[in-house]
């Protein structure tokens, strides 16, 4: 079972920058789709962008043209570069794999397994 941990959160303001990893452990397989989700306060979580095994990537309507997710499978790492941040970005953000299933569309939380803890990003007006 892969294990994923998070990390590149923090606080910054309206209009700056982060760059989030994901690093996964244990057994990685291959032929799944690695994804990016969110779950803003009070809110559910919602799928951010995904890449497959071909590298193609997936981007929702908030991401898309601001994010860019990348990935590292030498270093078993995953990564979302985050542009242009807004207070509406302002969320805990995960990551997750499919099992199984190479496809990342749907991009749906439900489709995912073996969730981080996540990392806390705050965006100030």
């Known amino acids: 079972q892969v294990q994923f941990v998070e990390s590149g959160g923090g606080s910054v303001s309206s209009g700056g920058s982060l760059r989030l990893s994901c690093r996964a452990s244990?057994?990685?397989?291959?032929?799944?789709?690695w994804g990016w989700f969110r779950q803003p306060p009070g809110k559910e979580r919602e799928g951010v962008a995904a890449?497959?095994?071909?590298?193609?990537?997936t981007y929702t309507n908030s991401s898309r043209g601001r994010f860019t997710i990348s990935q590292d499978s030498a270093k078993r790492t995953l990564y979302l570069q985050m542009n242009t941040l807004n207070p509406e970005d302002t969320a805990m953000y995960y990551c997750?794999?499919?099992?199984?299933?190479?496809?990342?569309?749907?991009?749906?939380?439900?489709?995912?397994?073996?969730w981080g803890q996540g990392t806390q990003v705050t965006v100030s007006s």
């Open positions: 890449i497959d095994q071909r590298r193609i990537t």
């Open positions: 244990g057994y990685v397989p291959s032929g799944v789709c």
């Open positions: 997750a794999a499919t099992r199984y299933a190479p496809a990342c569309y749907p991009l749906l939380p439900a489709r995912f397994y073996d």
